[in-house]
């Protein structure tokens, strides 16, 4: 099975920066996401690693780091609208993709 | 537009009924999910099928039953409801070799049992 752990509440400024870890043990690893999941809605895709390394989308940016079975996901210059619940998920073989517990960022003014 | 679509959006019943969940994909994805979302936001998968085929079925009751008349459609029925069953349901779906993008989630069952 898949032990995805991520803490479960972050609280910050808005215009500051986040940062929320995740570390994972699993065996067939394929892939790790981030989601974004607003109160009520479904979860949006963010990021995507496989390989070690960071990816930068925007105010979004991804770190994986394979060996360590850790993953981080970084949000700059926050903004109200960042306030949800971020996901960290593991993508065994091609098809199964499992969920940590999720984070909930609250932004603050 | 709507790529993955699933009604009801709101389901009320009462313990002991049977229901349904339809969802329907227009990306031309091969592979499709069921999620449960319980009440501490837990996403737990519960079913896949790959093309009409069941491919995973984690340790979910008997209650529950998956079905694909076409890779397009993945409902879910569910018998004699429980108020343990009370949760948020997602039907989501993927495409092998498109790993970059994930799965694309529907907009959630929220299923309340009383």
């Known amino acids: 099975g898949q032990n995805i752990d991520q803490p479960t509440e972050m609280t910050a400024t808005e215009g500051a920066i986040v940062q929320i870890n995740c570390t994972y043990q699993t065996s067939g690893f394929n892939g790790l996401f981030w989601y974004q999941q607003h109160a009520g809605e479904a979860p949006t895709f963010l990021s995507y690693?496989?390989?070690?390394g960071l990816e930068e989308k925007g105010r979004f940016s991804s770190f994986l780091s394979r060996s360590k079975g850790y993953s981080y996901l970084l949000l700059k210059e926050l903004q109200m609208k960042d306030s949800a619940s971020y996901l960290c998920?593991?993508?065994?073989?091609?098809?199964?993709?499992?969920f940590g517990a999720g984070t909930t960022v609250t932004v603050r003014a | 537009d709507t790529a993955v679509s699933q009604t009801p959006k709101y389901l009320v019943t009462q313990m002991g009924n049977d229901k349904s969940i339809k969802c329907e994909q227009n990306?031309?994805?091969?592979?499709m999910y069921w999620y449960k979302q319980d009440s501490k936001k837990f996403l737990k998968i519960m079913f896949s099928y790959n093309n009409k085929e069941l491919i995973i079925n984690e340790t979910v009751p008997n209650r529950f039953s998956p079905k694909s008349p076409d890779k397009a459609h993945l409902n879910l029925h569910i018998n004699s409801l429980e108020l343990g069953d009370s949760a948020v349901y997602f039907c989501a779906s993927s495409q092998e070799g498109q790993g970059v993008y994930g799965y694309t989630f529907g907009s959630g069952t929220r299923l309340t049992v009383v």
């Open positions: 998920a593991v993508r065994v073989g091609w098809n199964k993709l499992s």
């Open positions: 990306l031309g994805h091969d592979t």
């Open positions: 690693n496989v390989l070690d």
